[in-house]
């Protein structure tokens, strides 16, 4: 299987960042990319104090534009989220579509993003409300666990997926430059090698706004702990082939469970 992450620097206008996106889910579909994974916050980046303007509620216009970029390229889209209005609250919400615009599911994020660092604050529980529960989806022969970027450093989530039977780990991201450069590789291969399955973790790259910047290097990693890909710094899709018969045979090599 064929999987494609595409790598962008999304700003707050969301019609731009539909647009660039648009022009690398037609790269895609030219290398026959068979499901493509976006990052954190892809339809729209707020400058960290407050929500997105452009919420997602319901199946209003902002579900509809993101639903037809499964629709329009016939293309599974995975793990891309957005600020999502839930109860009168706001949420980070993955979203998920196969190829002919199914909705497969979604899942708000969990674990949210506090932390100061130098210079600045970043807390995403100011703006954002944490989700409830974890999700599995099944797309053909993945079974997809969700994670969203400062998920990835509670194992004991990823742990649950490989219990379930996951097979691929999605982890959107917008990691920020000091923890990106600090830890990101560490743990995205951590939770790959620890659960022998796939793991493919679109970030975003670059200079957002004057209070967001991202370290980029989104990856696609096997159940070995491999990098088939690592996209480094630029706005850009990359490419990976992947067998899914390596997770099985990683997991008969070594014997976890």
Known sequence: MKVGIIQICSKLDYQA????????????????????????????????????????????????????????????????????????????????????????????K?????????????????????????????????????????????????????LLGANLFSISAAFTIPTGQAHWHTLVRARAIENQCFVVAPAQWGTHNERIQTYGHSLIVDPWGEILADAGDGEKLIVADINLNQVEEVRKKVRLF
């Open 110 to 162: 969990l674990h949210l993003f506090n932390c100061e660092l130098k210079n600045k604050s970043i807390n995403e529980s100011d703006i954002y409300v944490p989700g409830t529960t974890s999700k599995i989806i099944e797309l053909g022969k993945l079974t997809v666990g969700l994670a969203i970027c400062f998920d990835v450093r509670y194992p004991e989530m990823f742990r649950e997926y490989r």
């Open 17 to 108: 960042n539909l647009q660039k996106i648009k022009g690398y889910l037609k790269e895609a579909t030219d290398q026959k990319v068979e499901v493509v994974f976006l990052p954190e916050c892809f339809y729209s980046m707020s400058n960290g104090l407050e929500a997105s303007p452009f919420l997602v509620d319901g199946k209003n216009e902002h579900y509809q534009n993101i639903r037809s970029l499964s629709l329009d390229f016939h293309l599974p889209i995975i793990g891309g989220s957005a600020a999502t209005l839930h109860d009168q609250k706001v949420v980070n919400r993955s979203f998920n579509f196969d190829e002919q615009g199914n909705d497969l599911g979604y899942y708000d």
